[in-house]
Nanobody, 124 residues
């Protein structure tokens, strides 16, 4: 497994942008598919995006498509989530996750490593 740590969350006004970073430990980071999930209060984990080990394949939830971009830098053991045109409904704790076995994995049970999360709050 790989250890993950998110950063970059904060408070932003609607229409603003944030970039989340997920730093991973381990020499095999480049072999992992990496995903982002979010969890709003009282709700279950919601899939946001996933990126293949090479970065060539990216898959997004419909709710964020066109606004969020997932990317990775394998040399830095890091995955990013650029979030633009943020909406109040994007408010949640955002988690990065690793270990999915295919490029469109959207269920949290399909991932075996998780970070501690970072809070994103979008004010109206």
């Amino acid at each position: 497994q790989v250890q993950l740590a998110e950063s970059g969350g904060g408070l932003v006004q609607a229409g603003g942008s944030l970039r989340l970073t997920c730093a991973a430990s381990g020499r095999t980071f480049g072999s992992y598919r990496m995903g982002w999930f979010r969890q709003a209060p009282g709700k279950e984990h919601e899939f946001v995006a996933i990126i293949s080990w090479s970065g060539a394949s990216r898959y997004y939830a419909e709710s964020v498509k066109g606004r969020f971009t997932i990317s990775r830098d394998n040399a830095k053991n890091t995955v990013y989530l650029q979030m633009n045109s943020l909406k109040p409904e994007d408010t949640a704790v955002y988690y990065c996750a690793a270990g999915a076995s295919y490029n469109t994995a959207t269920e949290s049970s399909e991932y075996n490593s998780w970070g501690q999360g970072t809070q994103v709050t979008v004010s109206s």
